[in-house]
């Protein structure tokens, strides 16, 4: 039992460390968000510096292993990993302190600083313990390829456990401190097992303990802990205690790993091991490295390129990231176990041409099985879709063994990305064990098996730095995700006919061919390349006609712009982002609003501005907006802003073109029979400040300058991409005097919470898909409010269900009349059921606005549906002031604007007290968003499969 025990022991050290790097890589893109937002520039930003660390720990760990008994290295470097992660909670607490503000350095610096300062070194440490561990496998078994491989493997398989852990379950349940406190008490707990000193083990078993039991947040409440606050989250004073336990137990334990070295280099010296065989040349890895380098590289790129295809199909969250690593990381581990097997019997690196040759068809059928052409989807009954990975929306149950089993939105999301990127994965992660087991085999005469592993690991994960990296902010920026796809296929083919022989040749004729098509610019590659799904169509801004007018991929968008005409003289845009439609633009027709939630924000902005006296009116009949009033406390609204929005050199085309208002509404007809299908009263200047978060098509931005003359809009756009979009091909001018800021929205409200105030400040970043979680936080609304003017308004939309309990009933009583159920039990089961279901939506607009109270003393809630609560997936628009709003008969004064949708007049009202108890109440959970807690996605996953009924 002992030797069993033994046996298996490097393998499940190898799952656990691999499991809390995991844990921890995913919570870290939440704990650094407050510092640098969360955007793709800081996912890659994560992933590479937790590689990097790998990187440096394997080949410090790969020494490590070759001067200590590895049995006796690992306690000592759990205890250090525990004390580094909690470490990275205080060091994320001294950022500001430590990094330089986001005025005075680049953004995408700053992230990559404040990510290598908070889990670089816990990253190193850990790093070190999987060579390690592979030593003591290889040590313990006659068969090394087998030995290296299973480590792989079960570390593989410890990173999965890990990935969806955190992703599918942590998260939702508890703060992101929280999670990091119970990493680094599992890490203890690891260090007490295996350091048999009692002081090492005393020491971490304390630190254990006191984590734990800092991370139970019922008992911390019973016993009256307080603690400190660092900003995002509070440390307890156990989780204090825990922290100065820690220390000690990292000091002994680096203590402990001094003198085991010059133990082992003594015990070394005295038995001559030194001798003439050891002192030879020892031969070269570089070979074997180049191919672990190589290998490494294609896997990270294709894993970023699995990020942007996911996010473009089923939009960015965490369940996309969560199910992209985690299959990735399953792939890779059944590639990791069959390669162990493989290298058993290799000798030589010609023989890896073959896994090279294999991985690059792989890499080609993710590009046919997200880009399937049109003659064979329409040859094989395939669909419209050419992607595998859009069925998500639609694929809401599966049949096994003839039994329907329905999906929930999270696991419609794994099913998708485990048939596009499973295979694939598995092909590469067929490499490392190989080429690991030839390294071994080189070096183990001269005994530094530590080395070879710890060289491999390292060259390896110096191939997934520059993957991450170079593929995240570059390639897909200038290739697009196929042509990425494309040049990684043809490098591994390349790589298979270095190695291999004249059949390998063949096959790389086949991936080079269609670089050559999906990258040289002539007319009859374009048109191959469409034909063939290699390359994207490019759209012609000129267009009238019904058709593509713009195409563009960007590292965060797959961007188009569709043209329809609409009637003679109407062309209409139509902006996407990914899957989803960001917004309409009828060219020369600013005035124009389409979407009801902005007809919303047009009336309360109107009411708003006119009661603050930021709007003068004109026309017969009209009078100047009142004087306002002194605020509460005193102040009054400033005269000016500082925006920094300069005006440009020629006015734009829309505002020569556009009609101008009235300020005597005509009748409905006549409005509907305008191109603009709405009315505004005429004003004749404005001193209007306001902020956009998020750029979109530029519609309301555009509106809001052209019936508020003089008004002063600064956008805060995380994608100029975007930007370019809408210079191209919905008519912004290159010259308009909107101010675009390009960056995270909130690094521009961090850099400018003290220096800006606007009068109007409109949210337009949230989806059903993809929500920025750390734009919904309570401390990001505070940063808001620290911009608004003493009158300002802050709306965002929020694109949910609410379905209310009177609605729910209803719908229980019509299936008991349809059914002719009689059995008042079951009529109560009915009913029961409609009920649960119908409180699994509302979540996310519930926790906002509850959120969003702590902040703002008015808030109100406006539904887009024709009937509230009848609890179909609608776009609300919430309004957040500082003082309060007149918002009765919105859209039914005489002066009010006037809007239409589908000849329906829009007419706003905000929810009544009872229902804005439901979903404050019933709905959020009592959830409040924080910077530690804001489990967004969860909340959202019930609105994001209603997407397929649509």
Sequence with gaps: MVGLAARWSPYALAFFSSLCIMVLELVSSRLVARHVGSSLTVWNSVIGIILAGICLGNVLGGRLADRIEPRRAVGPLFALGSFLTFGALAVNAMIPAIVPSAQAINWELRTILVVTLDFLLPATVLGMVGPVVAKMAVELSNKAGSAIGDVYFWGAVGSIVGTFLAGFVLIYLAPTSVIVLVVAAALAVLSAVLDATPLNRGLAATTAALFAAASIGPLVRTLGIGGVDLGGYQLNYLAILGGVSALAMALAAAAALQSRARAADVESLRAGDLGPEEAAPQASLRDLAMLAFLASLAFMAMEMVAGRLVTRHLGSSVYGWTSIIGVLLAGLSLGNWFGGRLANSITNEKQVSWLFLIASVALLWILFLDNMPEWFREATGQGISPSVLSRAIVWSEISIGGVPWQLSWPYRVLLVVTMVFFLPAVTMGTVSPVVAKLAVDRLRRHKRTGTAIGQVYAWGMVGS????????????????????????????????????????????????????????????????????????????????????????????????????????????????????????????????????????????????????????????????????????????????????????????????????TSSIAPDDEEILESPSRSW????????????????????????????????????????????????????????????????????????????????????????????????????????????????????????????????????????????????????????????????????????????????????????TSSETGEGQRETFVVVAAKQPIDLSDLGLRDDDPRFFQKRRKTIATPYGPEDEKAVLEHRSRGIILTDDYAPVEQLLAPVAETRGKD
């Excluded at 563009?552 to 003289?569: A, H």
């Excluded at 009828?586 to 979407?595: F, M, Q, S, T, V």
């Excluded at 401390?779 to 003017?789: R, T």
């Design 465 to 660: 730095i520059l993957g991450t990296f170079l593929t995240g902010f570059v390639l897909i920026d200038h290739l697009g995700t196929k042509g990425v796809l494309l040049l990684l296929a043809a490098v591994l083919a390349l790589a298979a006919t270095i190695l291999g022989s004249v059949l390998h040749a063949i096959w790389a004729g086949i991936p080079l061919g269609l670089c050559v098509i999906g990258f040289l610019p002539m007319h009859w590659t374009q048109e191959i390349g469409e034909a063939w799904s290699i390359r994207e169509p490019k759209g012609d801004p000129k267009t009238t006609k019904d058709a593509l007018a713009y195409a563009d991929e960007s590292n965060y968008y797959f961007i188009k712009v569709n043209n329809e005409p609409e009637g003679e003289d109407l062309q209409l845009r139509t902006l996407v982002l990914d899957n989803l439609i960001h917004g309409y633009f009828i060219l020369g027709h600013p005035e124009r609003l389409d979407y009801d939630y902005e007809h919303i924000y047009a009336m309360v902005a109107y009411r708003s501005a006119k009661a603050a006296g930021k709007i003068t009116l004109a026309g017969p009949g009209a009078t100047p907006a009142p004087t306002p009033k002194p605020t509460a406390d005193g102040a009054t609204i400033p005269d000016q802003v500082f925006a920094g929005a300069q005006p440009g050199s020629t006015k734009p085309d829309e505002l020569k073109t556009a009609p101008r």
């Design 680 to 863: 505004m009263p005429k004003v004749e200047k404005a001193t209007l400040k306001t902020l956009f978060l998020g750029g979109g098509a530029y519609t309301f931005q555009r509106h809001v300058q052209h019936v508020y003359p003089g008004t002063e809009v600064d956008v805060a756009e995380i994608d100029p991409a975007v930007t370019r979009a809408n210079h191209a091909a919905t008519g912004l001018p290159v010259d308009t005097t909107i101010k675009t800021i390009w960056g995270d929205a909130r690094q521009f409200v961090e850099r400018n919470q003290d220096a800006k105030q606007y009068d109007v400040i409109f949210g337009d970043a949230f989806n059903d898909f993809s929500v920025p979680w750390h734009l919904t936080t309570r401390e990001f609304n505070e940063k808001i409010a620290k911009m608004m003017a003493p009158t300002g308004v802050y709306m965002i939309n929020i694109i949910d269900a609410y379905e209310s309990d009177a609605q729910a009933l209803l719908k229980a009583d019509k299936v008991i009349e349809t059914k002719q159920i009689k059995d008042p039990s079951l009529q109560e089961l009915v009913r029961r059921s409609h009920l649960r279901s119908a409180h699994r939506y509302g979540g996310f607009l519930g926790a906002w606005t509850a959120t969003a109270k702590l902040t703002f003393p008015h808030v109100y809630i406006f539904g």
